[in-house]
């Protein structure tokens, strides 16, 4: 068997690399010069490179860490206790155990409770397929009250989704819950969040090793630009370069809005079906500075009026001999196709950061930042839309031997990678009936 990926981000090397394992002959195209998608990596500090967006392991990833085991990092995943801010009321809080969320002054008491009965109730909760055609505000509000919901879930909300938040499923917000929830320790309810030593760099060129060993043909900045179906079954795979190859079967994995112009006059069927889903674009600015802001991973902000949705200071989960005396922070900006902000410069994106993140930490000073960078990706995020299930399209198409499978198929999670790895199983699964994927138990 013959088959053709395109998209060389994390879906598409890991289908790739079970297919490759079920002896089938690949072909990856890859637009950009390298691969990775948005787990690549760029210059951070001299002879340091890392994660362009950021990416973190959780404990419960069970998927994930048997791919890493698999491709030999098992031994270089580090996981580190970590703790949540809430930048609220002006102030910066430490959320990070019991005692701390007991005595989290924006909240009365008796809110407090609400919220600690609410969060385990939503732990508890094994699927969030029944809250799939609930909006978000009104679970929230059943669930934790409407004060909680008023001076927590809101917020967080409207920065994570902006316009779209209205639009939210109950299932959204569970799976946030949900899924950060698992990551604490069962007897301290501390949290532990890992990375890979070397980062996501070190996982793409272990990968990328894997694949040439299996001799997984690759094409870099080289775009599949059309398909065309053969009568005798065969998929004519056009790409960029003006070249034209027949394969038995086409796995595509990029984001829905990419795939509709590969597809030809005929398939307005597919074409509608895949316009249904709407995305989250991300700008990122990463900055290395001279010194730590905060104890922090992620500090969540529920005040009004800033350009990014939280603060990610990376630091405290990369290990200490990476950075030396430096640290690193995300701060990421979620918005919709239709934000203006995402025509802004990189000047003007750095200056609204800056002027943010002073807000926070009024010590913070441009002077200390010795790299700074502007990340930006469209069509990251599918929204969870009360209903979006519905809307979500089989891997299989009505185009024979054409499939795909990304990022809108994470049903009853968040966007992560191992999510990625179990759809990347499951597509394999589809394609070649491999016993060894059933019998670890990917979904049917």
């Known amino acids: 068997m013959n088959v053709c990926v395109i998209g060389g981000g994390m879906m598409g090397l890991a289908t790739a690399y079970y297919l490759a394992r079920s002896n089938v002959q690949v072909t990856i195209f890859e637009k950009e010069n390298e691969i990775g998608g948005l787990s690549r990596s760029a210059e951070m500090l001299p002879d340091l490179l890392w994660d362009r967006f950021y990416h973190v392991i959780l404990s419960t990833d069970k998927e994930l860490l048997d791919f890493l085991d698999e491709i030999g990092l098992s031994l270089e995943i580090q996981f580190k206790a970590t703790k949540t801010g809430f930048y609220t009321d002006g102030k910066l809080h430490s959320m990070s155990n019991i005692m701390e969320f007991l005595c989290f002054k924006p909240l009365s008491i008796l809110d407090r409770l609400r919220l600690g009965a609410g969060i385990f109730f939503a732990s508890r909760i094994s699927t969030g397929s029944g809250l799939e055609n609930m909006y978000a505000k009104t679970w929230l509000i059943h669930v934790f009250g409407r004060r909680n919901y008023e001076k927590l879930w809101d917020p967080l909300l409207r920065s994570k989704l902006g316009s779209s938040s209205s639009k939210a499923s109950g299932s959204f917000i569970w799976a946030i819950i949900k899924r950060y929830y698992g990551t604490r320790h069962k007897g301290s ?89 709407d995305y989250l674009n991300l700008v990122c600015v990463v900055l290395v500075i001279k010194k730590s ?36 922070v995300y701060l990421p900006r979620w918005m919709p196709a239709e934000d203006p902000f995402i025509n802004l410069s990189d000047s003007e994106i750095i200056d609204q950061f800056y002027k943010g993140l002073r807000r926070i930490f009024p010590d913070f000073s441009p002077e200390s930042v010795t790299t700074v960078l502007v990340n930006r990706e469209s069509n990251v995020q599918p929204i969870l839309t009360v209903g979006y299930k519905n809307n979500v399209m089989p891997m299989d198409t009505c185009i024979k031997g054409f499939y795909v499978v990304n990022t809108t198929m994470i049903l009853n999670s968040t966007l992560n990678n191992n999510q990625v790895i179990r759809l990347a199983k499951k597509m394999t699964e589809k394609i070649t009936g491999d016993t060894y994927l059933h019998n670890i138990g990917i979904d049917q």
């Open 189 to 277: 309810k501390q949290e532990f969040l890992g990375c890979v030593r070397g980062g996501y760099h070190s996982i793409l060129k272990n990968i990328q090793e894997k694949l040439q060993e299996k001799q997984v043909k690759f094409f870099l900045n080289n775009a599949a630009v059309s398909i065309s179906p053969l009568s005798d079954g065969k998929i004519v795979v056009f790409d960029s370069q003006g070249n034209k190859m027949p394969f038995d079967n086409v796995v595509v994995t990029i984001p829905n809005p990419s795939i509709i112009p590969l597809l030809p006059p005929q398939a307005n069927t597919l074409k509608d079906q895949l316009s249904k889903i």
């Open 293 to 328: 802001l905060c104890p922090f991973y992620i500090t969540n902000i529920t005040d009004p009026g800033f350009p990014f949705t939280g603060v990610i200071e990376a630091t405290n989960i990369v290990p200490e001999e990476i950075l030396g005396d430096h640290a690193l």
